[in-house]
């Protein structure tokens, strides 16, 4: 029984395919996904970057803007473009909290794995 369910979740593992950013950086603190007008990440924002500086207070951040591919290199750029907004919004409530802009980095990329523009925060 426990080797059906080992290999079910192995399973099920490779099928979620993780965005790029989480193969080379590893599991994000947080991913807010911009999928409605507005969205309320400030809290959850401030949750994680409280007990991450409570393990390390030196801790520094990535934001990385991650945008759904588009059908080609124009469009790639333009969701590119948009999704850098969030991140930089992000970025803006990170500051508000009293995080130094000396502390944080901003990137952006595009994935085959999300459906709508989301902000991925990593820690380095």
């Not at 030196?58 to 591919?69: G, L, S």
């Not at 469009?75 to 969030?86: A, F, M």
């Not at 409530?93 to 925060?121: A, F, I, N, W």
């Amino acid at each position: 029984m426990k080797r059906v369910i080992a290999a079910c979740c192995l399973a099920l593992s490779l099928l979620a395919a993780p965005a790029l950013a989480e193969e080379t950086m590893g599991k994000p603190l947080l991913v807010v996904r911009f999928q409605q007008p507005v969205v309320h990440y400030e809290q959850s924002l401030y949750m994680v970057m409280s007990k991450a500086l409570e393990a390390n207070p030196n801790m520094q951040f990535d934001v990385v803007a991650v945008a759904p591919e588009g059908i080609d290199q124009m469009q790639n750029t333009q969701l590119i473009e948009n999704t850098r907004k969030y991140g930089q919004q992000v970025m803006a409530s990170m500051k508000q909290m009293g995080m130094p802009d000396s502390r944080m980095r901003l990137s952006s990329q595009t994935s085959p794995y999300v459906t709508s523009p989301e902000v991925h925060l990593f820690v380095y």
